[in-house]
Nanobody
Framework: QVQLVESGGGTVQPGDSLRLSCSVS????????VGWFRQAPGKDREGVAF??????????DYADPVKGRFTISKDIGENTVHLQMNSLKPEDTAVYYC?????????????????WGQGTQVTVSS
């Protein structure tokens, strides 16, 4: 059974950085898609950053609001996906989730992911 556990959330000030981690068990990340999503109060869950590794060229993609500020990376040895978040803004405040799916999915399509973590809270406030 696939399980995902997020960690690294917290409360920071605008301009600060945080590094989220998603520890994955039950599937090898050298053949999987993993996405980071976030959900703010009263809003729909939205995609943030995505990575997929398979026999095809690897995919890394970002939502426009986080391009240039967030970086997704995959540690195959630790079977963990990280999300480095720099220059954080108050509008980045949300619960952040990681999710896993088959590596051939449309990584931006939330409905294509099969397994989800429990989420970690990120609050950006002065």
């Amino acid at each position: 059974q696939v399980q995902l556990v997020e960690s690294g959330g917290g409360t920071v000030q605008p301009g600060d950085s945080l590094r989220l981690s998603c520890s994955v068990s039950g599937v090898r990340l050298d053949y999987a898609a993993v996405g980071w999503f976030r959900q703010a109060p009263g809003k729909d869950r939205e995609g943030v950053a995505f990575t997929a590794t398979s026999s095809s060229p690897n995919i890394t993609d970002y939502a426009d609001p986080v391009k240039g500020r967030f970086t997704i990376s995959k540690d195959i040895g630790e079977n963990t996906v990280h999300l480095q978040m720099n220059s954080l803004k108050p509008e980045d405040t949300a619960v952040y989730y990681c999710a896993e799916g088959w590596p051939g999915i449309n990584v931006r399509d939330i409905s294509h992911y099969d397994y989800w973590g429990q989420g970690t809270q990120v609050t950006v406030s002065s």
